[in-house]
């Protein structure tokens, strides 16, 4: 059974930072490229960073320079380190991995960047 459970969210200032985890069980973590999306209240969920099985990086345009995605094989765990938030930065963010077929997703960790 495929499990993925997040947390570290939370209310921050503006220029604040956060780091998120989001801890993973029930398939060999370390050969998927593993995911964080966002859904902003009224939008769609989008993708915010992606981070493959080699270590390869990928982000949205608005969080570069800002966001940085990892992830620790030994402890099962992908992370988001979130720095310089900004209020349009507030979102519930979810990770996410595609395997045998289907997408799992974790329940979400709401992020508020509000002064």
């Known amino acids: 059974q495929v499990q993925l459970v997040e947390s570290g969210g939370g209310l921050v200032q503006p220029g604040g930072s956060l780091r998120l985890s989001c801890a993973v069980s029930?398939?060999?973590?370390?050969?998927?490229?593993m995911d964080w999306y966002r859904q902003a209240p009224g939008k769609q969920r989008e993708l915010v960073a992606s981070?493959?099985?080699?270590?390869?990086?990928n982000y949205v345009d608005s969080v570069k320079g800002r966001f940085t995605i990892s992830r620790d094989g030994a402890k099962n765990t992908m992370y988001l380190q979130m720095n310089s938030l900004k209020p349009e930065d507030t979102a519930v963010y979810y990770c996410?991995?595609?395997?045998?077929?289907?997408?799992?997703w974790g329940q979400g960790t709401q992020v508020t960047v509000s002064s």
């Open positions: 996410n991995v595609y395997f045998a077929g289907f997408d799992y």
């Open positions: 981070i493959t099985s080699g270590g390869s990086t």
């Open positions: 029930g398939i060999i973590f370390s050969i998927y490229t």
